[in-house]
């Protein structure tokens, strides 16, 4: 089925490891972005992509990088993770930046920094 | 981009119409009204937008209103699927931060 597809869907790390969210679209579309969710509370963006070789900052971009080699592909990587990055993560896409067809999401990576 | 107020919770009968209000206020001419719900464990899930007319999709209506400071979603006929945190976000999409700005969303409770 077409959409957003996100691996893994549970992910326990210790403080300090590194790791990567990995997220991959089929619809060719050119915006991908990374939200996480704390609870109770609303999705917060960490980082986007307007297309392949093209990424920029969003609201908490503190502890996480992107790379976008593909149209496809969008992988979030902690390089040293901390309990506060503990959350459930979204990788979402559109087919524009402006979003106006909707977005879609994926089903999320629950992360737990221990 | 502009703030929107919803309600923490509502609650409604299965095979009722619902009508979940937002409140904006602060809307400016070139923001979009999105609705996005969220159902339990899962990502958010587009539903319907608007700038000024309402629309409607198979999914759900939405009733602008006319100076634009309020929307309404209209779940036409609930189901117990329908029970989901649903947000309304304003979104221009000529500017602005980037991405949608989430808030806290309407909880909507479904009775069978």
């Known amino acids: 089925n077409a959409g957003v597809t996100q691996t893994p869907k549970f992910q326990v790390l210790k403080t300090g490891q590194s790791m990567t969210l990995q997220c991959a679209q089929d619809?060719?579309?050119?915006?991908m972005s990374w939200y996480r969710q704390d609870p109770g509370m609303g999705l917060r963006l960490i980082h986007y992509?307007?297309?392949?070789?093209?990424?920029d900052q969003g609201e908490v971009p503190n502890g996480y990088n992107v790379s976008r080699s593909t149209t496809e592909d969008f992988p979030l990587r902690l390089l040293s993770a901390a309990p506060s990055q503990t959350s459930v993560y979204f990788c979402?896409?559109?087919?524009?930046?402006?979003?106006?067809?909707?977005?879609?999401f994926g089903s999320g990576t629950r992360l737990t920094v221990v | 981009d502009a703030k929107t107020t919803q309600p923490n919770s509502m609650e409604s009968n299965e095979e009722e119409p619902v009508h979940l209000p937002c409140n904006h206020s602060t809307i400016s001419g070139t923001d979009y009204i999105h609705w996005y719900r969220q159902l339990p464990s899962q990502g958010p899930e587009y539903v319907i937008h608007?700038?000024?007319s309402n629309v409607n999709n198979r999914m759900a209506s939405l009733a602008i209103a006319e100076d634009r400071k309020s929307s309404t979603l209209i779940l036409h006929r609930a189901t117990l699927r329908d029970a989901a945190v649903y947000y309304c976000i304003l979104r221009d999409p000529g500017g602005g931060a980037d991405g949608l700005t989430f808030g806290k969303g309407t909880h909507l409770i479904i009775q069978p």
């Open positions: 619809m060719n579309h050119e915006y």
């Open positions: 979402a896409s559109s087919y524009s930046r402006a979003g106006g067809l909707g977005y879609t």
């Open positions: 992509s307007v297309g392949a070789g093209i990424t």
């Open positions: 608007g700038l000024t």
